[in-house]
T-cell receptor, first 115, second 114 residues
Framework: NAGVMQNPRHLVRRRGQEARLRCSPMKGHSHVYWYRQLPEEGLKFMVY????????ESGMPKERFSAEFPKEGPSILRIQQVVRGDSAAYFC?????????????FGPGTRLLVL | GESVGLHLPTLSVQEGDNSIINCAYSNSASDYFIWYKQESGKGPQFIID?????DKRQGQRVTVLLNKTVKHLSLQIAATQPGDSAVYFC?????????????FGKGNQVVVIP
């Protein structure tokens, strides 16, 4: 049973470009979460999605950032017009979505570097 | 604001000894706690979890203790091995209210000395 998959693992962008980060949840999981980790810090929640719905985006910057989890295909975290401060590791997690206690399982992350 | 934090930034432990990592949390509404291990260049790996209706839970070589009175969480690793070297994060959330958002502490580096 494959775990959470993320791609690309490393992404380099110049300021002003767009970054697209993909996340495929574990098989059978319908909930996806995105977190950002700055160097030597803990993970910070960004957004929580179910299929075709954004449940909680309270941790996501209002501008330039968007997320989706379509009916088919992976979840996408999109960052438009990237700035150097966007450089970080972005982790996706998934959970079954059956309610109650939901352990989140994390992917390997995408390390974004903005030049 | 509400936060989850760790007391010690780095713990050096001799191989074979026991390790104890501590975590303080401030959100009294939190009812579900998880410990994650993160090795360099990898994503967080689930270790063990505990609900607020318990004060102790054991896994393989690991034990989590929860003291709700003082809002304190600890992770004990028995017979620490070189492969246990990593950063350990505690995380908390409030399942009861359907909020699955995890709040992480800053992390505690464990270095195992062979």
């Amino acid at each position: 049973n494959a775990g959470v998959m993320q791609n690309p693992r490393h992404l380099v962008r110049r300021r002003g470009q767009e970054a697209r980060l993909r996340c495929s949840p574990m098989k059978g999981h319908s909930h996806v979460y995105w977190y950002r980790q700055l160097p030597e810090e803990g993970l910070k929640f960004m957004v929580y999605l179910q299929k075709e719905n954004i449940i909680d985006e309270s941790g996501m910057p209002k501008e330039r950032f968007s997320a989706e989890f379509p009916k088919e295909g992976p979840s996408i975290l999109r960052i438009q017009q990237v700035v150097r401060g966007d450089s970080a590791a972005y982790f996706c997690a998934s959970s079954p979505g059956r309610g109650g206690k939901e352990t989140q399982y994390f992917g390997p992350g995408t390390r974004l570097l903005v030049l | 604001g509400e936060s989850v934090g760790l007391h010690l930034p780095t713990l050096s432990v001799q191989e074979g000894d026991n390790s104890i990592i501590n975590c303080a949390y401030s959100n009294s509404a939190s009812d579900y706690f998880i410990w994650y291990k993160q090795e360099s260049g990898k994503g967080p790996q689930f270790i063990i979890d505990i609900r607020s209706n318990m004060d102790k839970r054991q896994g393989q070589r690991v034990t989590v203790l929860l003291n709700k009175t003082v809002k304190h969480l600890s992770l004990q690793i028995a017979a620490t091995q070189p492969g246990d070297s990593a950063v350990y994060f505690c995380a908390e959330t409030t399942v009861t209210y359907g909020n699955n958002r995890l709040a992480f502490g800053k992390g505690n580096q464990v270095v195992v000395i062979p």
